[in-house]
């Protein structure tokens, strides 16, 4: 497995911990973390006796999102640089593209994925953190669905996940406003599973419990409730329209100009729609 993921067998038989793991980057979502994520899932879903997976990140946090690198190449109106890809409405993975998958995969593991988060989860971090069935983060981590401040929507399954867990009106504020948030209120929107000082131990106690449980009734409870989620042919038609929304917007004026903004610390000077 590629040194950007480390994967840790516990000493609990069938738990295993997934860390990312490029902490002097915070963790932030490459082309290479995209792929080791997909095959990692992959790996996980015929894994012999598994029982339940700890998804955290290495040093400071969880995951701060797109890498600034790709953000400088959406600045040169060069795409946005995902998996050498410059059509995100290409489906590679089933009803996805790579990024989506890197989320949404999570869900198709056959136990519970519990997600331990501190530091940051913004953008893409995020939208990898709904794709567990449970998340434990510190009270002060931060949180946002940081993509409008980069002049995107959030497309890597963020609109099929979040959903799902908070109400439409506040979901909607989320998007608009890109604002950060702390673990607090994150629990309070229903993004946070349970509050606590120490998410990787938390997650971790709780992956052994359930690893103490029936297995067959585990993995079929895991099924009963995906099936119960968002109708899959729903789920198709946001994740493309995600796409298709996102593949209008990279590399235009307002999205270079918001890019350049924020990296310069100024006020983004906008053009009007035309329609």
């Not at 600034?68 to 050498?84: P, T």
């Amino acid at each position: 497995m590629n040194d950007v993921i480390r994967v840790i067998e516990t000493e609990t038989p069938g738990v295993v911990e997934v860390r990312l793991n490029r902490p002097d980057k915070h963790n932030a979502l490459n082309s290479e973390l995209f792929a080791a994520l997909a095959e990692m899932a992959e790996r996980l879903s015929a894994w012999q006796g598994l029982r339940a997976v700890v998804l955290s990140g290495e040093g400071k946090s969880f995951c701060a999102g797109l890498d600034m690198e790709n953000f400088s190449r959406m600045a040169q109106g060069s795409g946005a640089g995902v998996g050498g890809r410059k059509t995100l409405a290409e489906r590679t993975h089933g009803d996805s593209n790579l990024a989506q998958y890197a989320a949404m995969v999570w869900r198709d593991v056959p136990v519970p994925v519990i997600a331990a988060v501190h530091g940051v989860a913004f953008g893409g971090g995020l939208q990898v953190a709904l794709g567990a069935d449970l998340r434990l983060a510190r009270a002060d981590s931060r949180w946002s669905v940081m993509e409008i401040q980069w002049g995107l929507v959030p497309d890597m399954a963020g609109m099929v996940l979040i959903s799902e867990l908070v109400r439409p009106d506040r979901v909607r504020e989320l998007c608009y406003s890109g604002r950060i948030f702390d673990g607090e209120e994150a629990a309070d929107l229903g993004l946070v599973t349970r509050v606590c000082e120490s998410p990787r131990e938390e997650a971790l106690a709780m992956a052994r419990d359930i690893a103490g449980r029936n297995p067959h009734a585990v993995r079929a409870m895991k099924r009963l409730l995906n099936q119960s989620a968002m109708p899959q042919e729903q789920a198709a038609r946001v994740l493309l329209a995600e796409s298709v929304e996102q593949d209008a917007i990279i590399g235009q004026p307002n999205q270079v100009e918001a890019v350049y903004a924020r990296m310069e610390k100024r006020a983004p000077v906008f053009r009007d729609p035309e329609h």
